[in-house]
């Protein structure tokens, strides 16, 4: 049972430039998460996903897009990549909305250079 | 707005001795309750959680932890420590119907020493 995966585990974009984080999960849970983690400031919800084709805005979205098509696939878009996205990312995944406890990835280390 | 504060950022214990890691959360009501673990390089692991119930809850690995509606705090402990404990802890709180309003606190980092 591989649970939640993501790639790729480590990326080094130049400014401006895009790209996409895969999420991906096998434990067929409706609800998926994406947040960001910097040192000392635990995560921060990017988007969230509530079923296949519902999603919205976490508590820091801006300079990010996210779609789901499917239930098993939650990519995190980033259109032009800043400096200020250096930064962890996690994709999680819930069988109930939360209460239930997150199922977390491996991460995404990004470098914004 | 709701918060989550670890006061310790960084703790250091010897192999074997006890470990208590605080939390503290400000919430309108009881809220979900969970402690995670991350090692170096890996994702979030829940430890254990608690909402409602018997307010010691057990989680895996050997470790507990209190809830305490008085004090708004929710405490990790384990009597004896091993040196596959050293890791990042986080204490996250959270209550919404899509749980996107949970809360993570900024973790507190063990270390353990031989």
């Known amino acids: 049972n591989a649970g939640v995966t993501q790639t790729p585990k480590f990326r080094i974009l130049k400014i401006g430039q895009s790209m996409t984080l895969q999420c991906t999960q096998d434990?067929?849970?409706?609800?998926m998460y994406w947040y960001r983690q910097d040192p000392g400031m635990g995560l921060k919800l990017i988007y969230y996903?509530?079923?296949?084709?519902?999603?919205d805005k976490g508590e820091v979205p801006n300079g990010y897009n996210v779609s789901r098509s499917t239930t098993e696939d939650f990519p995190l878009r980033l259109e032009l990549a800043a400096p200020s996205q250096t930064s962890v990312y996690f994709c999680a995944s819930s069988s109930v909305s939360g209460g239930a406890g997150f199922y977390f990835g491996q991460g995404t280390r990004l470098t914004v250079v | 707005a709701q918060s989550v504060t670890q006061p310790d950022i960084h703790i250091t214990v010897s192999e074997g001795a006890s470990l208590e890691l605080r939390c503290n959360y400000s919430?309108?009501?009881?809220?979900?309750l969970f402690w995670y673990v991350q090692s170096p390089g890996q994702g979030l692991q829940l430890l254990l959680k608690y909402f409602s119930g018997d307010t010691l809850v057990q989680g895996i690995k050997g470790f507990e932890a209190e809830f305490k509606r008085s004090q708004s705090s929710f405490n990790l402990r384990k009597p004896s420590v091993h040196w596959s404990d050293a890791a990042e802890y986080f204490c996250?709180?959270?209550?919404?119907?899509?749980?996107?309003?949970?809360?993570f606190g900024p973790g507190t980092r063990l270390s353990v020493l031989p």
């Open positions: 996903s509530v079923g296949a084709g519902i999603t």
């Open positions: 434990m067929n849970h409706n609800y």
């Open positions: 996250a709180v959270g209550a919404g119907n899509y749980g996107q309003n949970f809360v």
């Open positions: 919430y309108g009501a009881t809220p979900y």
